[in-house]
């Protein structure tokens, strides 16, 4: 059963992955004991939180529409964010090796959205962060969605978020 994407909570940590495959293999049992259903994207190429809820507008309107390339919801949504058609080239927004910041949305049963909020930190032993500020992410951001020094500077630097959530609108239309 898919998850509602109109119940989600966000989760913003750092984290150190040791073993990808063992965390996600971690990550993917946590889940079915709690019917969640977790995304975790690298934070740094999130602009922010308004880009990752129409991330998951854009992906539950695919699901609705049948026309979902993923058929995961939490891959669908990772490739709305990441502003790719494909599914393989969305990862370079998720989890990786090492110490990073992280942002996780999280969909299932959310009724004490507080409570798995904290039990999820505590399992996973995140240090709780919030949003880096965009001097910090520019770069990452930029390379993210392929937004050349010449388009920030063509449509100004304060449009940056605009190029970003364009590039996740065009993502099923451009081919």
Known sequence: MEPDLD??????????????????DTLNSYCQEFNLTIQGFDERKIMDMDHLLFA??????????????AKDPGLEIMRFASGQRQID???SMGLSVGDNKYVF?????????????SMFVDEFQLRRTTLSP????KAYLMAQFGITNEELKAVGEDKLKDLIMERVALVDITR
Request: hydrophobic share 40%; glycine share 4%.
């Open 7 to 24: 119940d989600v909570c966000f989760v913003l940590g750092r984290l150190s992955i040791k073993n990808l495959k063992s965390f996600l």
């Open 134 to 137: 965009l001097s910090e992410k």
């Open 89 to 91: 080239k969305s990862f």
């Open 105 to 117: 949305a999280i969909f299932g049963d959310l009724s004490e959205p507080d409570i798995v909020k």
């Open 56 to 69: 998951i507008h854009r992906a539950k309107e695919s699901f609705a529409n049948h026309t979902n390339v």
